[in-house]
């Protein structure tokens, strides 16, 4: 009776080992950079504020709008900074770090679905028509959606 018992009992055990070993992690998780791409693709960016090396730029690029797809971004009034249309990719397995077509590197600060804070370094400094362009130094642009 007892080597019955034993043997019913060492059957559930295996049984509940294999059952419990399939529970693992689930594949269908998606990775950082598909959640970080998703959230970038979800709609149109409008930028709230931009700041250089600790500066409010705000006005310099009234009426900035981004919006991603899987590999291409546009954008609107970007002036020299934001081409009007790029291509772009993440350069890391985190997704939070983009590198656009022209090698421009821009860190994702937040991303969440209704906010996006981008940083990059921007070397040089552009005039055009009378007015600055682009200013040189550490940005920080503050989307909403």
């Given at each position: 009776m007892k080597s019955k018992f034993l043997i019913c009992?060492?059957?559930?055990?295996?049984?509940?080992?294999?059952?419990?070993?399939?529970?693992?992690?689930?594949?269908?998780?998606?990775?950082p950079v598909d959640e970080m791409r998703s959230l970038l693709t979800?709609?149109?960016?409008?930028?709230?504020?931009?700041s250089v090396s600790g500066v409010d730029q705000t006005a310099v690029y009234t009426g900035l709008t981004l919006r991603f797809t899987d590999t291409n971004f546009t954008a609107t009034n970007g002036r020299v900074i934001w081409p009007a249309l790029g291509t772009w990719q993440f350069s890391d397995d985190t997704g939070k770090i983009i590198q656009r077509n022209d090698g421009l590197l821009i860190t994702i600060e937040t991303a969440?679905?209704?906010?996006?804070v981008l940083k990059l370094n921007w070397d040089e400094t552009t005039l055009g028509s009378g007015r600055v362009s682009s200013v040189e130094g550490a940005h920080t642009f503050n989307f909403t959606k």
């Open positions: 009992f060492s059957m559930a055990c295996l049984c509940s080992l294999i059952y419990l070993s399939s529970c693992g992690g689930n594949s269908d998780d998606p990775s979800s709609g149109t960016w409008a930028l709230q504020t931009v969440t679905t209704s906010t996006l």
